[in-house]
């Protein structure tokens, strides 16, 4: 009993990692129609910077505030410079932000090399806790949980709550027509966009300490993020939630029961869901 | 009508859908207070034109004035922060949306609309719309997925008028209306000519189009067959026989 309940919340805490990642793949999608593969490498490359800041400063609050600013940075000149000069066409937007991918990853593997690093937690998430039932559990991976809860929850108020809000559920119905009432899709894209590079930033951060940063971590995150999106429902926070927590436990469960077919137990349940709603648990047609 | 009066101008304009040639070479004025009906069979190009004016397919060539100034290179949020609101064909509401979210939404500060007194003296606010749209106020808080489609084309109705524009496209209002809404369309339609709006009405429904239009452009094949009023074009056999579909004595 005490393991099933440790796989749960090791699912959970992987499904707050996604969560972070996936949230804003899907809503720029959903409002856009931009496909973005690069969001692994912003991972990958916010957990690094976040890693040498770390190193350098000890501060980890520091760390997620410089690797996710700088993947902001970053995803704005490759939106801006990048991705809408080639317009809608989804061939072209794949593989051209995988290129970016690539090329974001060799320069991790230039500065950082190719070991797997890890970034150093702080003393206060060092450790375990006990949970009810005299289960021991790491302090990081109950923080991330809380961490993720409280990112959804900030982004369902953002989504749900407020004006701009609106404005973005507004754009993932009808981007021509809220450009026809009078608002400049365009700008409210560089906005979303720059949350999601925010939150892909910080998930590098945190991933670096909860799993490990190397090369190709950006390809195993950015493949699980896109089956999170997939089931969920692209364009859907609600779905970013629910296609997290389904691929989080999915994976736990499906490493510890069947280790030998873990990629079995992620894809076949999706590929069966596919078969009988092609656009996910909470996706719409377009 | 003098070229002064006139709110919007539209001069010799020319609009593709990629290679499609569409629009060849429409030019037409709105004034304040004048309801200006276009009137054809489907895929003549009364849509394409709304489109053009409200910067969603842009002309290639010609030239588009509001207020006199140029409105060609103007985007379409550009266009629509000028005054020019649009009633889509399909109505288009947001339908995860809520109704007031849907009648909010133009007043949002990213839409720019500002406070018009402009040519209609009058300012749209949501408690104007809710009382000039009952229906909406007993669903303020329904999705715009859980309307019937009346309530949604008087949402759609709704959401142009709180930008407070001056100039109202409307392409095909009455489209898939029970007869009752339909006139309650019409009343609608004169009321906001009353009060100043200058109105571009699509419609296929000759009724209505006839009951509300001050000028009738009849569109076919992207080129306007016939300009007139109301009466003139009652009379005008040949027109409605071969443009309009309609039998005589319609």
């Known amino acids: 009993m005490t393991a099933i309940i440790l796989q749960a919340i090791n699912g959970l805490s992987l499904a707050a990692l996604l969560f972070l990642l996936a949230s804003g793949f899907t809503v720029t999608f959903g409002l856009m129609r931009v496909v973005n593969m690069a969001y692994g490498a912003y991972y990958l490359l916010g957990g690094y910077i976040g890693l040498s800041v770390m190193r350098t400063t000890g501060s980890f609050e520091l760390a997620m505030l410089v690797g996710s600013v700088a993947i ?36 991790c593997l230039a500065i950082w090399g190719g070991d797997s690093l ?29 961490f993720g809860i409280l990112t959804a929850t900030s982004l369902w108020l953002l989504y749900h709550k407020t004006q701009i809000g609106a404005v973005v559920r507004a754009g993932v119905d009808d981007r021509e027509m809220v450009n026809a009432i009078g608002i400049n899709v365009d700008r409210l894209f560089v906005l979303v966009s720059a949350v999601a590079s925010f939150l892909a930033g910080i998930a590098g951060v945190v991933g670096g300490a909860f799993l490990t940063l190397n090369p190709g971590a950006e390809w195993d995150i950015l493949v699980l993020a896109l089956v999170v999106v997939i089931v969920g429902g692209l364009g859907s926070l609600e779905g970013a939630v629910l296609g997290s927590i389904v691929v989080g436990l999915l994976d736990a469960y499906g490493r510890w029961l069947a280790p030998d077919f873990s990629y079995f137990v992620l894809f076949g349940p999706m590929a069966i869901l596919l078969l009988f709603r092609p656009t996910g648990i909470f996706g719409k047609e377009h | 009508m003098a070229a002064s009066d006139a709110l919007l101008e539209v001069s010799d304009i020319h609009t593709y859908y990629g290679d499609s040639y569409v629009l060849h070479g429409l030019s037409l004025s ?19 034109l709304v489109r ?28 629509a922060q000028r005054g020019i609101a649009l009633v889509p064909q399909g109505r288009r509401i947001f339908k995860s949306l809520t109704v007031r979210e849907n009648l909010m939404l133009p007043t949002s500060t990213l839409a720019k609309s500002k406070k018009r007194a402009s040519h209609t003296g009058k300012q749209w ?120 579909g309609v039998a005589k004595g319609h």
């Open chain 1, 72 to 107: 902001v940075i970053l995803g704005f000149f490759v939106d801006r410079f990048l991705i809408r000069p080639i317009g809608s066409n989804h061939l072209a937007q794949v593989l051209l932000t995988v290129g970016v991918a690539f090329f974001i990853g060799e320069v």
């Open chain 1, 118 to 146: 890890k970034i150093q937690l702080p003393s206060y998430l060092r450790g375990s806790v006990e949970l009810p039932g005299g289960i021991y559990y790491p302090k990081l991976r109950i923080a991330l949980i809380a």
């Open chain 2, 52 to 79: 053009s004016i409200a910067g969603l397919t842009p002309p290639r060539r010609g030239e588009i004035k509001f207020e006199g100034r140029p409105l060609t290179s103007t985007a379409a949020y550009g266009i």
């Open chain 2, 125 to 244: 606010n949501l408690k104007e719309v809710l009382d000039e749209f009952p229906q909406l106020a007993d669903r303020i808080g329904n999705l715009g997925s859980a309307l019937s489609g009346g309530e949604q084309q008087m949402l759609a109705i709704g959401r142009a008028l709180m930008a407070n524009p001056s100039t109202i496209l409307m392409d095909e209002p009455s489209e898939g209306l029970a007869p009752k809404l339909v006139q309650q369309v019409q009343e609608i339609l004169l009321r906001l000519r009353s009060e100043g709006h200058a109105i571009l009405l699509v419609e296929q429904n000759l009724g209505l189009a006839l009951a509300v239009a001050d000028e009738i452009n009849v569109i076919s094949s992207g080129r306007f067959v016939f300009h007139g009023s109301s009466d003139e074009l009652s009379k005008n056999t040949e027109v409605l026989d071969n443009h309009l």
């Open chain 2, 30 to 48: 709105l004034t304040p207070g004048k309801i200006v009906v276009i009137l054809g069979r489907n895929g003549m190009g009364k849509t394409t």
